[in-house]
């Protein structure tokens, strides 16, 4: 069977998706075991540097926060690598292509809150771009595919 156009460059973006969502995986579980630390440094630098319990509870809300946003890197990581996976089995079979459509829809505005968010914090950085743009052509690509399913 011959690939269209459409099913060579899902191919090329499926494995693109699955090493970012690998990863971004590593990135979630690395800044989550830093939460531990922050957490139990603070609490075991209370008694030896004179921590006030106020400054230790701050530190305890920054690594409540930063763990609440490592579960969610590691949550649209793991997306990104099913959508991957999938959008590899969809460059074989184009019938295969509803799953990667929805799943690009979820990270199309996944990365659309994400690149707010850190617009937002004042933290814009280059990943919230790339992930907007691989979401936005997976999509596309997606689309496209559904489109010449007839589907």
Excluded: Y
């Excluded at 530190?59 to 990104?80: F, K, R, T």
């Excluded at 979401?135 to 690509?141: E, K, V």
Aim: proline share 1%; no cysteine.
């Amino acid at each position: 069977m011959d690939r269209s156009g459409s099913q060579k460059a899902l191919r090329v973006i499926s494995i693109i998706n699955i090493v970012f969502g690998a990863l971004a995986f590593l990135a979630g579980i690395m800044a989550v075991m830093g939460t531990g630390f922050m957490g139990a440094a603070a609490s075991g630098a209370m008694g030896e540097t004179g921590l006030t319990a106020e400054e230790a509870g701050s530190v305890g809300v920054a690594s409540a926060a930063l763990g609440v946003a490592s579960a969610l890197i590691i949550i649209g990581a793991i997306v990104s690598i099913i959508e991957g996976v999938l959008g590899l089995r969809a460059a074989k079979d184009n019938q295969k292509i509803m799953p990667v459509w929805v799943l690009a829809i979820i990270g199309l505005v996944g990365a659309v809150i994400s690149l707010i968010m850190s617009i937002a914090q004042g933290a814009f950085n280059a990943s919230s771009i790339l992930s907007l743009a691989l979401s936005g052509l997976m999509f596309w690509i997606a689309n496209n595919i559904k489109t010449e399913a007839g589907k």
